[in-house]
């Protein structure tokens, strides 16, 4: 019998001793609801939520007979952009959202995006050193997913 995965668990709420394994997915592989997928030992379950599911790495994938898969948020092709001024990032942050871009808050205000090569262009054409690379992403999650998606217990934060 193949294994179901029923809920996903944000990462810090679930005990990184219930991982049974881990399964790495690229950022757009990590928005589901329904799919037969398989974890990193090559060990195929099903994914079978009530519905579609932004995961991100460290979250847990509930396993319907007790266990946790643990999401590891894969290494893909990324742009990272760097920026003089904090007006150049701004700006460049701007464009970027206007376009709907996911994007990664890096430290020291840097940005990560997936590669794109008209975007990287324009990065470049609006001032900022880029660099590519193969790194896991995790943009910044929406406004609506922080209210919804994290909404734990006594997390739960009212406006």
Request: charged share 25%; aromatic share 6%.
């Amino acid at each position: 019998m193949m294994r179901r995965v029923i809920d996903i668990s944000p990462a810090g709420f679930w005990a990184s001793d219930a991982a049974v394994a881990t399964v790495s997915l690229a950022f757009n592989d990590r928005y589901r609801r329904r799919i037969r997928l398989t974890d990193d030992t090559g060990e195929d379950f099903f994914l079978d939520l009530a519905e579609p599911r932004q995961f991100g790495d460290g979250d847990g994938m509930v396993l319907e007979e007790g266990g946790i898969l643990a999401v590891r948020a894969a290494p893909e092709t990324v742009i990272d952009i760097m920026c003089r001024t904090t007006e150049e990032k701004a700006r460049i942050a701007w464009h970027l959202g206007n376009r709907h871009t996911p994007m990664q808050v890096l430290d020291k205000g840097n940005l990560r995006i997936l590669q794109d090569h008209v975007l990287e262009q324009m990065v470049q054409g609006l001032g900022a050193s880029t660099r590519r690379l193969t790194a896991p992403f995790e943009p910044e999650g929406g406004a609506y997913e922080h209210s919804q998606a994290h909404n734990v217990g006594e997390h739960t934060h009212e406006f």
